[in-house]
């Protein structure tokens, strides 16, 4: 996999290929394009839905439910509620599962450099890297 | 509004109400003047605001004028279609949420463009992302600012060059010497005096009802004309697929708003930038549903009869409903009328001052740093450009805004301003996160074809070609974005299969710093810049 201007990121402290690679860092793409693509399916599928409708099913969205309320203003609504949801399903997830695993893989960075795997380690490790990988 | 109009027509109460706004916006200006040292304090407010903060400031962007005097107009001409535009731009914050919020505050620094370009060839890529930043500014400030110019004069009998000016020097001021403490606390108070304000017309409605909602919508129906075909949509967007592309521009346009993903910058963490976006959604969510009601509630109250007086996009149904609320042409009526006045001019005002403090960002630190002095300028020197910048651009759009005067169709500016967004930046900012491959000859064709697209097919939409609101231009549609988004992929696509792989960082270190945090810009002190950019890598294809 080696990008040109590799160069560059080697100049760097940290190990960027390294960690794109380690298991860690692979369960956190999967596990978050699992949840995003979750949400924007929903989204695709509700709000989609509702433009759908109120393009090409104009008699339907007219019709009253109850009082005032048409069947447009109701799907309307229902998508506020979806919204807040999505968002907040999203932000535990971010909490409970997805940053625990992106502070492994920064764990496992800070590893990489002592247990000898990486492959330009050449011994220059300036001593702030761990502070900065940490943080 | 008779015990307080002067001779000219000028009001003064609502001009009293205009004073007030501006002295609290200008007590704020000087306390963040003296916490607005650095370039990270200019742009980012020094990553020190909160994420509830940050999430009213948010709101506070998407609650502009068109939000709420625009969205509760149409809604009083045309019924639910005024609606969808709303309900669209709430929901966009899901894809900016998911994709986008906190990879930004993980891999940026100041602006937009410090993603697109980061792993691609410095100065093509980060040009076409700052003109892609630039477009956007423009075609929403000058919107804005046409609105303002033409609202002052309405609400306060200001003429509308004084009105432009005035707005546009008292913003100056902010981003001047507050930077985005300034513009962000400014925000934050307008979006609790705007829910406030919108809140009271809400709850007087609802007494009037006796606390029937539906009643408002039935009475609405009514009082349309069009019975209950008002309730639903079709009587603005006629065609079928102007509302899909109009629905899709505001949807996706959200990622692409420079101003608004600007925001994720100025907390401390990714943590913070998706909780801010929780913020947001609470906020505008309750925000939509009250303006809806005050749009139907405008038509139930007013009637057919204030279609005259509202003004051709109906502007002015809100002010007008909140004088009929208070009592009518008598004291309460009017004080009303102007405390709402004066809320949709801080709205204003709030609004601008973030467009500005974003283009400023695209020409100080994108095109001045970045490609002219291939990041070599120190951040003195950055700072003092990004001000500069933002009384040139204020300059520019006060001209333009003069010369089109308060007559001109600004709905096809905004609508312009969303496609663009959502054609031109979009496709960039997300290939250049989530596609490896993504390459810099792709960002320079898919931000090109977006913006030509968008402009282009606006040219010929009817609501330009041959004249405002002529239902015949070649082009159908009065949004492009359904076209002019997969011609933004498209070009980012293209170019990419005929650019080759070479940047100055690889995408491997991108995407590590965007999921996880690592390097990313501190906040508080200024760290010292980590991500040197690299000499010799700024030879344009």
């Known amino acids: 996999m080696a990008v040109v201007g590799s160069d560059e990121s080697r100049r760097e402290d940290v190990d960027w290929e390294a960690i794109e690679h380690s298991p860690e860092f692979r369960e956190l793409l999967g596990a978050r394009r699992r949840v995003a693509l979750t949400e924007l399916g929903i989204v695709a599928v509700w709000f989609g839905g509702f433009l759908i409708l109120s393009a090409y099913a104009r008699g339907f969205m007219d019709k009253l439910l109850w009082g005032g309320f048409s069947v447009a203003y109701a799907l309307a609504l229902s998508l506020i509620p979806m919204v807040w949801a999505l968002a907040v399903y999203y932000i535990r997830v971010s909490d409970r599962e997805l940053d625990p695993l992106a502070r492994r893989a920064a764990e496992h960075a800070a590893r990489l450099p002592a247990s000898g795997h990486r492959p330009e380690a050449d011994g220059e490790q300036p001593p702030d890297d761990h502070d900065r990988v940490s943080r | 509004m008779s015990p307080f109009v002067f001779a000219a027509g000028v009001k003064a109460l609502p001009l009293v109400v205009f004073a007030i706004v501006i002295s609290i916006t200008l007590g704020i200006t000087y306390w963040a003047s003296r916490r607005t040292k650095t370039a990270t304090d200019f742009w980012a407010a020094g990553r020190g605001i909160s994420s509830r903060q940050n999430g009213f400031a948010i709101a506070g962007d998407y609650m502009s004028a068109a939000a709420f005097l625009g969205v509760a107009g149409l809604i009083f001409l045309a019924g639910f279609d005024g609606y969808i535009t709303g309900v669209a731009a709430l929901v966009s914050f899901i894809p900016v949420l998911v994709l986008l919020a906190d990879r930004m505050r993980n891999a940026g620094k100041y602006t937009m463009a410090d993603v697109i370009a980061f792993r691609l060839r410095e100065r093509p890529a980060r040009t076409a992302a700052a003109i892609g930043t630039l477009a956007v500014a423009a075609f929403y400030l000058l919107a804005q600012l046409i609105a303002a110019g033409a609202l002052v004069e309405a609400l306060a009998g200001l003429s509308f060059p004084i009105a432009v000016v005035v707005t546009t020097v008292f913003m100056l001021c902010y981003v001047l010497f507050g930077g985005m403490l300034a513009t962000t606390w400014v925000q934050i108070i307008k979006a609790v005096l705007l829910l406030i304000g919108v809140g009271t017309m809400v709850a007087f409605l609802l007494v009037k009802v006796s606390f029937d909602p ?20 079709g009587l603005f967007f006629h065609k079928p697929l102007n509302t899909i592309s109009t629905g899709i521009a505001f949807a996706l346009g959200t990622a692409g708003l420079p101003h608004i993903l600007m925001r994720f ?22 925000f939509y549903v009250m303006v809806s009601l005050v749009g139907f509630g405008s038509r139930a109250v007013l009637g057919t009869s204030a279609v005259a007086e509202v003004g051709k996009s109906g502007n002015l149904a809100a002010p007008l409903l909140a004088q009929s609320l208070g009592g009518g042409n008598n004291a309460g009526g009017d004080i ?4 709402i006045s004066g809320v949709a001019f801080a709205t204003i005002l709030a609004v601008v001052a973030g467009l500005v403090i974003a283009a400023s960002g695209g020409v100080a630190h994108d095109l001045y740093n970045s490609v002219i002095k291939h990041g070599q300028a120190t951040e003195r020197q950055e700072v003092m450009v990004g001000r500069i910048a933002a009384v040139g651009v ?18 096809f500016l905004v609508g312009l301003a969303f496609s663009v967004a959502a054609s031109a930046n979009f496709p960039a900012l997300l290939l250049a996160i989530l596609w490896r491959r993504f390459n810099t000859t792709g960002a ?17 939409s009817p ?36 650019g080759s792989p070479e940047g100055q960082r690889s995408y491997d270190e991108l995407r590590v710093r965007a999921e996880t945090g690592i390097g990313s810009e501190g906040s508080g002190v200024p760290a010292d810049d980590v991500r040197v950019p690299a000499e010799g890598s700024g030879v344009p294809a």
Request: charged content about 10%.
């Open chain 2, 336 to 339: 009303f009328f102007a405390v």
């Open chain 2, 444 to 460: 320079v064709v898919g931000v090109a074809s977006g913006l030509i697209a968008s402009v282009t097919l606006i040219i010929l």
């Open chain 2, 265 to 286: 910058f100025t907390v401390r963490d990714a943590r913070a930038a998706r909780g801010s976006v929780a913020w947001a959604v609470l906020l505008i969510g309750i």
């Open chain 2, 214 to 233: 539906g009643e408002i919508l039935s009475q609405a129906a009514t009082k349309s004309g069009e019975g209950d075909k008002f309730l639903g949509p």
């Open chain 2, 463 to 498: 609501a330009v070609w041959p004249g405002p609101d002529h239902e015949g231009g070649p082009f159908p549609l009065s949004n492009p974005a359904i076209v002019s988004i997969p011609l933004g992929f498209l070009g980012c696509y293209v170019g990419t299969l005929l």
């Open chain 2, 394 to 411: 204020a300059g520019v759009a006060i001209v333009l805004a003069l010369l089109a005067g308060p007559a001109f169709n600004i709905q």
